[in-house]
């Protein structure tokens, strides 16, 4: 835990760094609508991710379910706007915003233990089969949700825009 914490602190530190668009002064990209979630065991996880790209999802609007929202929110100060909880019908929400393409980009952090309950299954397959059928990109784990945080820094994820 304490490599992982350090090297987010080092990637937080590096996303402070002005960037090409910054020193010019031209924008690359609008800003992105980015919905949060997080299962129970993923929370952690989502709270160090948002701490080490603050300065990235600072230029976007972002939503999320309850408590993922109440968490990332206290830790980083990003401004969230919070959904119901996931088991109440946040997800749905964001099924929803998906759905009228109000959502540029999900992360996802899904639990990584089997679960014999079928309802939450239904409702996972539905958030991402419309991830799928909008072509909104989704991470379902740090790994991935990286690889989108820098391609939207980069101006990768502009193709969005047209979807709006």
Same mark, same amino acid.
């Given at each position: 835990? /304490? ?29 992105? =609508? ?26 976007? !609007? ?26 109440? *019908? *946040?997800?749905?929400? /964001? ?5 009228? !393409? +109000?959502? =540029? ?9 089997? !679960? ?15 991830? =799928? ?12 949700? +990286? ?10 994820? =502009? ?6």
């Amino acid at each position: 835990m /304490i490599a992982f914490s350090l090297v987010f602190a080092l990637k937080l530190t590096l996303s402070a760094i002005p960037s090409d668009t910054q020193e010019t002064g031209k924008e690359r990209f609008s800003f992105m =609508d980015i919905a949060l979630i997080a299962d129970d065991t993923k929370k952690e996880l989502m709270t160090q991710f948002c701490i080490a790209y603050c300065g990235i999802l600072s230029k976007h !609007n972002i939503c999320a379910t309850s408590t993922t929202g109440k968490y990332v929110q206290e830790a980083t100060g990003l401004e969230i706007e919070k959904l119901l909880p996931g088991y109440n *019908g *946040g997800e749905q929400q /964001i099924t929803s915003r998906i759905s009228y !393409n +109000e959502i =540029d980009v999900l992360l996802y952090f899904r639990s990584t233990t089997p !679960n014999a309950n079928r309802e939450l299954e239904e409702a996972d397959y539905n958030l991402l089969r419309m991830c =799928d059928v909008h072509n909104v990109p989704v991470a379902t784990n740090i790994a991935t949700a +990286e690889v989108l945080i820098c391609a939207l820094d980069r101006g990768d994820l =502009d193709w969005r825009e047209m979807y709006r």
